[in-house]
């Protein structure tokens, strides 16, 4: 099937969304087995003890602990307004940040960071200032220091779109904003769930699909199932992902052409291929790719490829460098849980 699809269904009871692009799976979005704080959930958190040598403090949520990063100045018995920023490993502590974003498809609202401005991925100048514009008006009379953007999903929308979204979030940010910082743990916003998170942050969709069983209409299980297998690369090459409970490893593999230029082919395919295969996975944490042997002349060019895929997703990931064996490291932000959870009974 030709096109992007956005399907919306279930897997094992639990609400999931799927993005296919011409009949391949893109993305793929469950919601967690348990009743764990979702990414995006607003709560007040209760400063419970300092951890010396770690620049943080934990904190008590209304359900479990968090975790905050580079905190000073709080003392214990101390509550905040923090939002859950991701998914904690095993047996570790939620992570969760002070700077709080309100989120819809079209608009980001910023407490603490003033400043009215519209996505740099719309370009067109009058575009730009027509819904500046709807932005100047929608955040008329806001509070001090309560900024907001513009989303590139508006480019286009129909004004009152725009204008009812912003007004939607700038009462949800001023109603929590006004809770009073101390006081026991307790949850203002839920994270957004799969069906939830696919409206906002994917592209507008040449077709939706929510009828019950549409995942099997469309072969979402066997897209699903062929994940625990290599990825198949142009030219006879594959890509083997294997998560372990220290680092994710790939290994790439040219096929029966082992010759330079193979291997830099395949290393080029894999590199772009790479974004997809981890975020279909859920995988996060610390990345080491086993390129194919290429010369080192090469690397660059290899580094700009993946770098530049890398940009074009959702999940923050950050390139470090070469290990002495020749492997590439990459560290990607925890934003999602490992498939193999989501999946589990």
Known sequence: MKGRSILLDEIGGRKAAALMEDGRLEDLLIDPPDERPMPGAICRGVVDRQMKG??????????????LRQAKGLRPGQGLLVQVTGYAEEGKAVPV???????SRLAILTPEAPGLNVSRAIRDEAERDRLLEILHDGMEGAPEGLGAILRSAAEGADPEAV???????????EAILSEPADGVPELFL???????LAWRDWPEPDDLDDRPGCFDDHGVPEAIAALAGPEALPGGGSVHVEPTRALTAVDVNTGADSSPAAGLKANIAAARALPRLLRLRGLAGQIVVDFAPMPKKDRVALEQVMKAAFRADAVETTFVGWTPLGHA?????????????????
């Not at 940040?97 to 989120?103: A, E």
């Not at 839920?190 to 939830?196: F, K, L, T």
């Open 329 to 345: 490291e990459l560290t990607r932000k925890r934003e999602r849980l490992p498939l193999s959870e989501t999946l589990a009974p």
């Open 97 to 103: 940040t002070p700077r709080i974003l309100f989120k």
């Open 54 to 67: 770690q620049g943080g403090v934990f904190l008590r949520l209304p359900e479990g602990r968090a975790f």
């Open 190 to 196: 839920d994270g957004p769930d799969s069906h939830a």
């Open 163 to 173: 204008a009812e979204d912003i007004a939607a979030q700038r009462a949800l940010a």
